[in-house]
């Protein structure tokens, strides 16, 4: 669990990818946004930001 949980844009994604993810494609940022909780993948395709609640790897 991440603390404090960081507000993420859509557009700064990448940026919180290759700072918690070990790799690229290795791994999962878990935010929570106005659609529910999802993946950092999920919320690229909904094109949605959010604040980021934890990683996985």
């Given at each position: ?13 990448e940026r919180y990818e ?34 980021l609640l934890a990683y996985?790897?």
């Amino acid at each position: 669990v991440i603390k404090p949980r960081y507000a993420i844009r859509m557009g700064d994604m990448e940026r919180y990818e290759s700072r918690y993810l070990p790799a690229q494609d290795f791994g999962v940022l878990i935010l929570t946004t106005t659609r529910g909780v999802v993946s950092h993948n999920q919320a690229k395709e909904l094109g949605v930001g959010g604040k980021l609640l934890a990683y996985v790897y």
